[in-house]
């Protein structure tokens, strides 16, 4: 039977990565026991790689039965490592991580704990205006503030007018990124614009700058509007 061609994926993300973010992973593998396992031997392998040639890696025999497994789960220790790395100095990571440990808090019953989290989160996402970040958040509090209840405690009350105004911002937001999509795929598509093209630029610009006025949060859309 023919051989599947072999996947480049985990190479091509070893490659992609800086050697500072290289050198990152190999403490992490190290802290997590792993200077000696598979994985670790998989990625330094495929570092030294100046071509992709996975049948030269088998043969040194750190692979386990199941290689595709292997690939995956090097795979996911890479990004975990990379998500470390980067998570002190990205805004969006941190807030992706206080949504997951809210999620956690909240399936624990650990109402005061989430409550902090939750708050925490909400102040970093208002401050740096990742409104993205805040519908999720709004959502946790929804379905926490049942549970406060029965441990005699309330999150601070949410008005109808506090949901329509999040949905709206997220929903501005979404617009403002399929306009700035249809935008690049017009002008990257081609050397260059037709009197047709050059008015729908026109009219994406003018729904950009209606969205713009719109919004009364600043940062998120400016950004997308400048984008």
């Known amino acids: 039977p023919r051989m599947k061609t072999p996947s480049t994926e985990l190479y091509d993300l070893i490659h992609s990565l800086r050697q500072n973010e290289k050198r990152y992973f190999t403490v992490f593998a190290k802290t997590l026991g792993g200077g000696k396992k598979n994985y670790a031997g998989l990625f330094s392998h495929l570092s030294r790689q100046d071509v992709f040639d996975e049948y030269k890696i088998r043969q040194k025999k750190i692979s386990e039965k199941n290689f595709k497994r292997l690939k995956n789960y090097t795979t996911g220790m890479v990004l975990r490592s990379l998500e470390n790395f980067h998570g002190e100095s ?10 997951i440990q809210a999620d956690i808090l909240y399936s624990k019953k650990q109402f005061v704990l989430l409550k902090k989290c939750i708050a925490k ?11 993205q970040f805040l519908f999720p958040l709004l ?14 405690e309330m999150l601070k009350k949410i008005s109808s007018e506090q949901i329509a105004k999040t949905a709206d911002d997220c ?10 999509l249809r935008f690049w795929n017009i002008i990257h598509t081609k050397d260059s614009v037709t009197a047709k093209e050059k008015k729908q630029l026109k009219q994406i610009a003018k729904e950009t700058l209606r969205i713009y006025k719109k919004a009364k949060s600043g940062y998120s859309i400016s950004k997308e509007s400048a984008n």
């Open 90 to 99: 990205s805004v969006e990571i941190l807030l992706s991580r206080l949504l």
């Open 121 to 131: 989160a909400k102040r970093l996402a208002e401050e740096r205006d990742l409104i």
């Open 139 to 152: 959502m946790i509090e929804l379905k926490s503030s049942i549970s406060f209840r029965s441990t005699g």
């Open 171 to 180: 929903r501005r937001l979404i617009e403002l990124r399929r306009l700035s």
